[in-house]
């Protein structure tokens, strides 16, 4: 009985874990790898067994660094079944055809360049067929309901806040006579958000995988969900005054809805007296799509304010006032309106999207007001307007940044350190391991440390290619479908080592490819030289397996 860390492993993205118990072979999760060549470098080689071995995937939540590779599994042959809960099933299926959809066009667009130049044509890494016919695979089930899928395995859904359908999964498996039980936290959410309720502890467990995304850092708790709400409204108030428009870049998915709630209890509460009336426009077919599903989820995932409002027969993120457009054509048509409006859009970083029209067309605006509402990663177009550039090009067109910047406080859809171990310490026996992943090096050994020194968890935060043996408490490396002793410290050393440096290799091409858009010759230069360095160490890689 082994649990084999893939992804997720000292970083964010990719999340993926491999779990044995007897013949039965399962993953958990199956995310995409986020950033650089995010279309082409895909693999899902450092899985131990063929993808058609695997029997059942669990899904922890909808956001595609956790699902976006199962059309992959699906083409490379995995036929079995993908546990999820209903909301996640349901998301799951708008956002893997989203994911599907972008893959085509680029390998579409690359195909052209490729002509040009006499290459070879590639195709998408997985089509819209692969992700179709991997949502046919969902199994959804509800929350807090134990069910076995395998002879020797059952899994339980709790809800863990963070995103519409976001879980904690308890495992347990048998092997022989011997039972393990391990629970995989997921994304842990941060308590107290307006829509989605209130991450929920499990009871025991042999074995914990927790996440660490904000796992060295707290968030300032004095600014509550009310504040980031009068702080909009206040934004509102003055833009409206100067005639101008509200532009907020928004995630589709979890922000976008988050975003309308507080816009109706600002109109509910009349908390914008220069434009009562307020219109809304939400901007993105896919923020469309997901609002839709919100409002046909079970009232047991949302927070006790939005069941209230449920109960009273309300709608919580619905008002008079909020238009939506799907077309490209409504869409072009909210910038010909001259009246001062709220405009929401995707992508929440401005890389890409719609939002990048309407940013076009307000930058240059003294009186309209962009209001960033997620954090954005360093490098997107999204950082360098919150950084104070002072013009930027969209569409080939110098535009100068005079519109006012505001960020919202305190908008993480994550748990800090803290929270997360307050959840952690909402058990009722303490795990035997407690192994930190989905965090950058520094969340992961800090929060590894924090653990460790202030509660007295045992902790470990893997690698990718670590094997855990669930029976006997022993840690080696896979390489290559095979087990090999971990004989001697130096080599555990240097194979730390060298996963380091190619994390950190991978986190430089991610920075730099961002920020390839606003380029200057410096950064092509540091561009090429970060490539060189990684092309240097593929190779090695491949001596060293
Ligand atoms: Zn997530």
């Not at 693999?43 to 660094?65: K, M, R, Y």
């Not at 300032?220 to 100067?242: H, W």
């Not at 919202?408 to 310490?425: F, P, Q």
Request: proline fraction near 4%; charged fraction near 25%; include cysteine.
């Amino acid at each position: 009985m082994r649990v084999v860390f893939l992804g997720a492993t000292h970083e964010v993205t990719g999340s993926m874990t491999y779990l044995e118990a007897g013949k039965h072979k399962f993953l958990v999760d199956c995310g995409m790898e986020q950033g650089k060549d995010i279309f082409v470098n895909q693999d899902l080689e450092d899985i131990p067994v063929n993808a058609s071995e695997i029997e059942a995937v669990f899904l922890t939540h909808a956001h595609v660094d956790h699902s976006g590779n199962l059309p992959l599994l699906y083409k490379r042959g995995f036929r079995g079944n993908v546990y999820a809960t209903e909301a996640t099933a349901n998301l799951c299926a708008i956002m893997l055809l989203d994911c599907a959809n972008i893959q085509e066009q680029e390998a579409e667009w690359k195909n052209r360049k490729n002509k040009r130049a006499g290459r070879e044509e590639t195709g998408p890494i997985y089509s819209m067929d692969d992700a179709k016919e991997v949502i046919k695979l969902f199994i959804p089930l509800p929350y807090d309901r134990r069910v076995r899928v395998e002879e020797n395995c059952e899994i339980c859904f709790h809800n863990v806040g963070h995103l519409l359908g976001a879980a904690c999964i308890e495992i347990w498996l048998k092997e022989g006579r011997q039972s393990r039980k391990i629970v995989f936290s997921g994304d842990i959410g941060n308590p107290g958000r307006p829509l989605i309720a209130d991450p929920q502890p499990v009871d025991k467990a042999d074995y914990v995988v927790i996440e660490s995304t904000y796992g060295n850092r707290l968030h300032e708790k004095s600014a509550g969900p009310t504040i980031y709400m009068n702080q909009l409204a206040e934004v509102l108030d003055r833009t409206f005054k100067r005639g101008g428009n509200v532009v907020i870049p928004s995630f589709a998915v979890g922000r976008t809805q988050e975003l309308l709630f507080f816009l109706r209890e600002i109109k509910a509460e009349g908390l914008v007296p220069s434009l009562p009336d307020f219109r809304v426009f939400v901007d993105s077919p896919m923020a469309v799509e997901a609002t839709n599903i919100f409002l046909q989820t079970p009232q047991e995932y949302f927070s006790d304010e939005v069941r209230a409002i449920l109960e009273q027969g309300q709608n919580p993120i619905f008002f008079d006032g909020l238009n939506v457009s799907v077309t490209s054509e409504e869409s072009i048509a909210i910038n010909s309106d001259p009246d001062p409006k709220v405009i929401l859009s995707a992508s929440g970083m401005c890389e890409a999207g719609r939002i990048r029209h309407h940013l076009k067309h307000n930058l240059w605006r003294p009186e309209s007001t962009i209001v960033f509402a997620g954090y954005q990663t360093a490098g997107t177009l999204g950082r360098t307007l919150q950084d104070g550039a002072e013009s930027v090009k969209l569409f080939g067109e110098d535009i100068a940044v005079k519109a006012e910047i505001v960020t919202l406080e305190n908008t993480s859809g994550h748990a800090d350190r803290d929270d997360l171990a307050a959840w952690l310490n909402g058990m009722k026996q303490k795990p035997k391991m407690v192994f930190v992943n989905h965090g950058e090096d520094d969340s992961v050994n800090e929060f590894a440390a924090y653990l460790h020194e202030n509660f007295g968890y045992e902790t470990f935060g893997p690698y990718s290619g670590t094997v855990f043996d669930l029976l006997s408490g022993e840690v080696t490396v896979e390489t290559k479908g095979q087990y090999v002793e971990e004989d001697t410290e130096q080599q555990v050393k240097s194979r730390s080592l060298f996963d380091a440096l190619n994390s950190a290799i991978k986190r430089l091409q991610r920075i730099v490819t961002a920020m390839r858009d606003h380029s200057n010759k410096e950064i092509e230069k540091m561009t090429k030289a970060i490539n060189e360095l990684a092309d240097k160490f593929e190779p090695q890689e491949e001596e060293e397996k």
